[in-house]
């Protein structure tokens, strides 16, 4: 009888998370399936920035995990017995499910998963949540218009570095905005970014930004918020379009983060400031996808991986997106 | 030969106006005129917290006033004599003029004002820029639906006043936050507000606007940035909508003024923030102005002036504005 494990929230985070605010638990492993259930395999795992919201114990637009239950995100499975009439032995799905080796499921929203149509891990990134994001994000706030110009701060993570291929597709000026020069080379090399700024060794950011954006900047694709945002504020033009995706620089801040006020700004330049959250979006998502797949299938876009090994070290993979440690989608394969 | 008045911009200010950063010159009157032109007396002059970004020498959506020369903004005037064929003597006409007693326009983007249909001052508060802001702003931006909750700041000036009546008309819960219990006592008994904070008595002034929303924050109407509107983000809806109008909490600030990061807030509650100048939307004036004077007409809509007297007392009045000594639109009676 072999043993399964399963990754609970141990403790909710102060400032930035720690190994301690997880426990791994070993129990037998399920294999009584009732009616309509299956047998789930963990493949990979996706770690993502917006779980540390879920693991603070605040009301938001999703349920926080509750202390000692297992964490979930966006999983590729495979399908080890079935009794449900969806799926089949074999069959490789993906959805929100738990942080468990194995796992028991009555398949409801799961989606299954082509694995000659892209590589696995490519479901929980360009074809996952991470692409659904970049694009919905980007065309339904950015609105971005051939020939503007577009920032994009977190730019070599998972959904930066898609948001910035896209630009290039639709003929914007993209610069980008990350934390080593490595990963600036990244940019520019495999994605095609026009310019790039590294921030940790910058310092007047609002200056490169200006240097970098000779025509001032129309999109605005956030994910970070803090110093970087409000150095492109100062940079802005007319009607500026900001897409609020992501505020990775204050999810650990222990007290409450004050910024540049952005309301001057926003009124001298007409601009728009929009929250995105891309659950909102999925009426849209069959559209996106196909648009996706086909830019994938024509090698117009590209995309990178950090995948770490193991189940054990799921926590240690999300610990280290807040230290910029992932070069695009950080997966954790099992 | 009687002498004519102009007030220039003496020095930019720093901070809070000053009546020194003004000047009031005389020079002989000016009565000859060219074919084309027309005298115009003033009447009535608006002064606009607006104004004070035109006062200093940043890149703005509107130039910057040259020092020694004249300032502008809307005024009220009568034609006193004209040799443009589009005016006739005795006419009544609005638009931007210089602060002058008597000054000569080419009747460029004036527009001819009926005293039968509304008192003159009118002109230049709920059927001129301060109507139209308030209507258009809360329109475009802020989309009110019936029973959602609007909060205004500033809500006892010129532009505020309205917007909040505008929210009952249709049928929202109307908070408004103003600085004095005179000026709330105004809000309810004129304006017809739901519930009024005084933001300079209150404590707690994010738990005030909780106990004033129950329903929570749909559409916030911002007057003033700073702390108050740092208040307001805690108590938005998911997908409010902000329509930045003003920041007169922050247009004298002489450091880089700072506040809460909005972004958390933003992207948590999937909320808009978008700056609004009037300007931008001025094809849709003639079916604002129409709007605005039906209501007017039934008596639906409600306004209040602050009038100062005597042409000499126009800066000090401007300044004024930044003391908050004005209820609803502040115009000067030449």
């Known amino acids: 009888m072999h043993m399964n494990k399963t990754i609970l929230l141990n403790s909710r985070p102060v400032g930035k998370p720690k190994p301690e605010d997880f426990k791994i ?16 395999k963990t493949m990979y795992v996706s ?48 959805g929100l499910l738990d942080w468990k080796k194995e796992q028991i499921s009555d398949g409801k929203d799961l989606m299954r998963v082509d694995p000659d149509q892209a590589p696995l891990s490519a479901y929980l990134g360009v074809l996952g949540m991470t692409g659904l994001t970049a694009y919905l994000g980007l065309m ?11 920032v994009v701060s977190g730019a070599a ?16 000026h993209v610069v980008g905005i990350a934390g080593s020069d490595e990963k600036n080379e990244m940019l520019k090399q495999d994605f095609g970014f026009d310019e790039t700024i590294n921030y940790k060794t910058t310092q007047d950011i609002t200056k490169a930004i200006a240097d970098a954006c000779p025509k001032g900047v129309d999109v605005y694709f956030d994910n970070v918020g803090g110093s970087v945002s409000d150095a492109v504020m ?21 007290e409450m983060p004050h910024s540049i006020s952005v309301q001057p700004f926003l009124i001298q330049k007409r601009a728009l400031m929009q929250g995105f959250i891309v ?14 797949s086909q830019w994938l299938k024509e090698k117009k ?22 230290d910029g440690k992932n070069k695009g989608k950080m997966v954790v394969k099992v």
Request: one cysteine or more; aromatic letters at 8%.
């Open 47 to 94: 770690v993502d920035p917006y779980l540390r919201g879920r693991m603070t114990d605040a009301d938001s637009y999703i349920p926080s995990f509750e202390l000692n239950h297992p964490i979930e995100s966006a999983i590729v499975a495979e399908v080890l017995g079935s009794e449900n009439k969806n799926f089949s032995e074999g069959d490789i799905v993906t």
């Open 234 to 254: 100062f940079n802005i033009n007319n009607f500026a379009r900001i897409v609020n995706c992501g505020a990775i620089s204050l999810y650990n801040a222990t």
């Open 140 to 150: 339904n706030i950015g609105k971005p218009k051939k020939d503007e110009t577009l």
């Open 25 to 40: 638990v070993s129990a037998e492993s399920e294999k009584q399936l009732s009616e309509g259930e299956m047998l789930l």
């Open 279 to 292: 659950m909102d979006y999925a009426s849209q998502f069959p559209e996106a996808i196909g648009q996706l």
């Open 157 to 172: 993570g998972a959904v930066g570095s898609i948001v910035g291929q896209i630009g290039k597709i639709l003929g914007l």
């Open 301 to 322: 876009l590209n995309y990178t991986e950090t995948v770490v090994e193991g189940f054990d070290n799921i926590p240690q993979a999300f610990i280290d997106l807040f």
